[in-house]
């Protein structure tokens, strides 16, 4: 039990629609970081929030963004999806930067 | 470019046999080097991590690895395989310091068999 929830657990879209996914941890977790995991690779880094700012941005298209709220909860969105959008999307939360991360489950989105 | 390569995409041994997944980094400072495990539909899980200092580093369930400069491996080991440990394990190096934006290699995937 990691204290990082992520919902939906499973989301199926099509192609060009946008998706929202969320992220909720435990109290003083001010740091979220995203990860697109494509089925059989290793994730890759999205970005990160510090506070409620973006802290580092992978190479992913401005069309992937984020927001992370006062309550500790994060989201990421994704606009005009496309087929390689399909993968496992994880978010990994911390106290603080440079302390451990811990893991949610991720999300599955399917792109149609 | 800071990459982190896994040579072994699946291994198969057999339960109470010893196990070693390699890891090799291309990193350009001293890296903060880690290895998850990820068991299907769940999110990853740290077994350990390096930072500095010794070289071989203990971890949750049993596992251990050993940091080589020379060699820009931090390969995993653990001496008698349990099935439980059948999962996927992935070796990271952290980009930006500590646990900050990390970088994934491809991933093993270990089958154990009784």
């Known amino acids: 039990e990691t204290g990082v929830t992520q919902s939906p657990t499973h989301l199926i879209k099509t192609r060009g629609q946008q998706v929202t996914l969320r992220c909720s941890s435990q109290?003083?977790?001010?740091?979220v970081s995203w990860y697109q995991q494509a089925l059989g690779q290793g994730p890759q880094f999205i970005f990160q929030?510090?506070?409620?700012?973006?802290?580092g941005r992978g190479n992913f298209p401005p069309r992937f963004s984020g927001l992370q709220f006062p309550n500790y909860s994060s989201e990421l969105n994704v606009n005009a999806l496309e087929l390689d959008d399909s993968a496992l999307y994880l978010c990994?939360?911390?106290?603080?930067?440079?302390?451990?991360?811990?893991f949610g489950d991720g999300t599955r989105l399917s792109i149609l | 470019a800071q990459s982190v390569t896994q040579p072994d995409i699946h291994i198969t041994v057999s339960e109470g046999a010893s196990l070693e997944l390699r890891c090799n980094y291309s990193?350009?400072?001293?890296?903060?080097l880690f290895w998850y495990v990820q068991s299907p539909g769940q999110g990853l899980q740290l077994l350990l991590k390096?930072?500095?200092?010794?070289?071989l580093v203990q971890g949750i369930k049993g596992f251990e690895a050993e940091f080589k400069r020379s060699q820009s491996s931090f390969n995993l080991r653990k001496p008698s395989v349990h099935w439980s440990d059948a999962a996927e394990y992935f070796c990271?190096?952290?980009?930006?310091?500590?646990?900050?934006?990390?970088?994934f290699g491809a991933g093993t995937r270990l089958a154990v068999h009784p």
């Open positions: 929030y510090y506070r409620e700012e973006e802290n």
């Open positions: 390096y930072f500095s200092g010794d070289t």
């Open positions: 990193y350009g400072a001293t890296p903060y």
């Open positions: 990994a939360t911390a106290g603080g930067l440079g302390q451990p991360q811990h």
């Open positions: 109290s003083g977790h001010n740091t």
């Open positions: 990271a190096v952290g980009a930006q310091g500590g646990y900050n934006k990390l970088i």
